[in-house]
């Protein structure tokens, strides 16, 4: 299967296209759209974009790890992670599009 | 926050942009995402992170109440990875 990566660059051209802005404000809105989003997140919200999907931060306890090569235990500390959750319209217009 | 409060967002801080121009551009960049997955393709915002989509293969399911088998299809699910830079952020880094 053919795999392309779409990246800034393209987003930016897409609103570029879309809206009356000029290509280096295009970009720069890109850029600032994931901006807000890090700083909410960061902030400890949580950040719901309708029809797309929700992303949230979860605190993870401590942990006993171990180093798959030496066997050796490690401690992981405690940390935050980023999970995100696909609305049910992303997951059915991904599903939809296979068959 | 919401799409509306990402949106007013934005529009604070562009009072140049007409807030329609604002809600386009939010809609865009989450369109474009969900239609390079629905191709199947990946999406990767340095710094912010990655989504592609994984395969999940079909197989012999359980109902956990009445303990039935049932078959669950074969699927796709979108996949988020955090980036490097936004996952030491959230940690104070």
New interface residues.
Partial sequence: MAENTMTRAELAESVYQEVGLSRNESADLVEAVLGEVSDALTRGETVKISSFGSFSVRQKGERIGRNPKTGEEVPILPRKVLVFRPSHVLKKRINDSLT | ???SE?IA??AQ??PH?YQR?VE???T???E???L??????????????A?S?KHREARQGRNPRTGESVSVDA??????K?GKQ??E???GG
């Fill in positions: 926050m919401t799409r990402l967002a934005i801080r562009n942009l121009d386009r551009i939010v865009t960049i989450f474009e995402i969900s390079a997955l629905a191709r199947g393709d990946r999406v990767e915002l340095r710094g912010f992170g989504f989509v699927k796709a699910v979108p996949f988020f955090t936004l996952r952020r959230l940690n």
